[in-house]
């Protein structure tokens, strides 16, 4: 274990931000890339022996805490992984729906806890590799000497009880959070109420007190997107399952029953709905039809095929079981029914594919209530403004720090510049021969801007639209018009982009990164030597705006309306702003990095942008 060594800043507000804390204040904490926020929290609940909640968007970001853990504290560290992560028993699982409450039901494995070690320092994947691995051993282990055996049906069952020595991963973690100095989990575990209720009460009782913990938000910045696909989602592959299941599994002719018909009918009618909206890339408003919300007043109906449904699966073999889709449709339209503060609306799932209905809201202070008087902090490199977290997340007490205004330079000096000439803006992309032009004018400044960097150098466009183009309806993408002869030098953001790859190609020549706003690379990409940067620029090819869909425009009215006030730029602009921010942030690494930002767009020639950018 190396020593730690505070940092200026770190040294200087560490009382200021315990003090706050144990006054039950909120921080905002903003303090560049790089500048060690994670190692400053570690050390604050090494300091004050304070229990600590971190949460963090994905489970990827778990591994920076460990990193820094074992560097430098070796403080009892737990992750907070699904069942889909930690349990040990694939056999009960027919699709990989997270949420399935049936999973666990009947398993003997439910009340198998085990002490965890949580002082031996593991990555999290060696921790979910390890107990894994373990509890399938001791499964093995336990049915080979009878102490388990299995029904008819494949369930596991308890033979020897005072010899079983097989547990269930999911349930000890969440049994041995409370032994954790740091017990890691993503956002949604505490920020939704159902799952909050979930893992933090059993019974109606407290099992683990939230006021005992500092409460960490990392990449804070990520909150409201995440917030806003909290709402429950519905396709027309499960409303055709759905119907699939009630004609199969209850035929008419021996359910002959008002429900029965009923059910039928609302599918049916659901169904009608759905194909009466167009395809399309945006959020769009979304209407029932008078006919379907008179009938969908009542769902018992499907309650109770569904209930039935349950009983059906927990009757069969495990190998015969399958998802409950009545239940998607059922739980889906509860929710909408009594949807406050949302709305609902149609749009093309993630594959490019399948339509879908989603319920979308609007007001994220909601899911923030609970942290009414608990001490918590709001990190990131980029953090939306005082004006957001104190009006549009409605959090009081607010002590707002921005490191880089105190500490001068505590993350490299970026020199932010407009570059006029160029746009992304919607109403070019119409006219192939304006856009096409526009690109080759875009890759010309790439290129030349390469040819002079000192270091590498990183993109960022709008969208994976403008960077590939569209192949089917042959619209170029910026990529079209790369050189041949840069090619060996130029990479393109994928999934399956690797970070030690791409630092390891910057490590022995410069190179340029395409990569797009929101994807994996600009929330995460480090390429470093000698604690250094190797990105000298970065060039902003576009104003990243969120797309104006029916959701946004509803979001702002909606709360516009709340706020009694005109909330354009902390609803809309912000957000562009915070990518800009969050880009320009991969190419400061320390205090001697300089870099240039280079805003490629005319709409940067505008008061906001001059305001918020070239003051930096
Ligand atoms: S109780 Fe544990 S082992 Fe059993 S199904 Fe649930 S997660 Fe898996």
Redesign the pocket.
Known sequence: MDKFIPREWQDSLITTVSKNLEEKNTIALEAPTGSGKTSFILYLSFLTDKKIIYLTRTHNEFTRIYEDNKKYFNLPIIYLFG?SN????KE?WYDTDENQKN??KG?V??DKIVDMDLLKMRSPEEFINDVIDDSIEKIRDDLNKNNMGRDQKGNLTTLRKDKMRAY????SVRENMKDAKIIMMTYNYLLNPSIRYNVFYNNDEEKIDLNDYYIIFDEAHNLDSVIENFGRSLTNKSILKSIDLLVDEFPLNKYKCHERVEANLILEELLNNFSSTRETDNLKNFKFSNDFLFRMKDLESLKKFSDEFDKMNDERPLKDRSKNYIETVYNFLYDYQRMENGGLYSSINFNGKELRLRIMYYDTSEYFSFLKNRPAVFMSGTLPSEDHISKVWNMDNVFYIRVNDIFKNTGGIKKYRIVNGYTTLGKYRNNIEEWSEMLKKYMDFIVNTYNESEKSVIVAVPSYKIMFGDNEKKIPGIGTYLPDDMRKNVFFENKRISFNYLEKTALASRIIIFSVHGGKLLEGIQLIKDSKSLISDVIIAGLPLIPLDDYRKNKINYLEKALGRNSYNILYYEYALIKIKQAAGRSTRSPEDRANIWLCDDRFDSYYWKKNLLNE
Do not use: A, M
């Open positions: 069942k930690l349990c040990p028993l009960r999973v666990c398993c494995l439910k269930c991963p999911y349930y």
